[in-house]
């Protein structure tokens, strides 16, 4: 016996269908989203990287004196050394 059959509908398989291509519609992402994402102007780029070794228990130290600042570790540290830098060159 067909789904058909037993529930007595003979559009079961066309409204299966409908609902879910309906839930594919609620699924998609907007139009927006898709749209490609601008670059930022050269001028704003961060391009260049510094890698530093560093324990389990300095990186812990200074994740958790970034997140008390309120900045992601790359940030905090960033402008930690910016600050260090212009202060040298004042001196």
Do not use: F
């Amino acid at each position: 016996m067909t789904m058909e059959e037993k529930t007595g509908d003979p559009y079961y398989y066309a409204r299966r269908e409908e609902r879910k291509a309906a839930v594919s519609v609620r699924n998609c992402q907007s139009p927006e989203s898709l749209s490609p994402r601008r670059r930022k102007p050269k001028s704003d780029r961060k391009e260049a990287t510094i890698l530093i070794r560093l324990t389990d228990e300095q990186k812990a130290t200074l994740t958790a004196a970034s997140k008390k600042a309120g900045l992601d570790l790359s940030s905090w540290i960033r402008s930690l050394a910016l600050r260090e830098a212009a202060s040298s060159e004042a001196a």
